[in-house]
Nanobody
Framework: QVQLVESGGGLVQPGGSLRLSCAAS????????MGWYRQAPGKQREMVAA???????NYGDFVKGRFTISRDNAKTSVTLQMTNLKPEDSAVYYCNVRTQVTGSRGPGYWGQGTQVIVSS
């Protein structure tokens, strides 16, 4: 079991920056991948950035170099640094982890979400 708590969301103007953090607890040693996903009203949840394993990062096509994902060595946290935010980035952002039990295609564990609103 893994528990995830996100923080860092809020209201920001277009072009601004936010840093989202996700703290993981529980069966940390079982974590295999960590990432960030987002979901806007009426749309499906999409992958923003993920670290499927150490040394590999995946980014959504919409990021275009604006976001950076990172995690600590102990896999107790994963951070999403977002810059040059756009209104279309507005969504609820969720932290996600997969474990050895979850496997590579399972939904894994989700945090409660943190809302990001990009608006003037």
């Amino acid at each position: 079991q893994v528990q995830l708590v996100e923080s860092g969301g809020g209201l920001v103007q277009p072009g601004g920056s936010l840093r989202l953090s996700c703290a993981a607890s529980g069966s940390i040693s079982s974590i295999t991948s960590m990432g960030w996903y987002r979901q806007a009203p009426g749309k499906q949840r999409e992958m923003v950035a993920a670290i499927p394993y150490e040394g590999r990062t995946n980014y959504g096509d919409f990021v275009k170099g604006r976001f950076t994902i990172s995690r600590d060595n102990a896999k107790t946290s994963v951070t999403l640094q977002m810059t040059n935010l756009k209104p279309e980035d507005s969504a609820v952002y969720y932290c996600n982890v997969r474990t050895q039990v979850t496997g590579s295609r399972g939904p894994g564990y989700w945090g409660q979400g943190t809302q990001v609103i990009v608006s003037s």
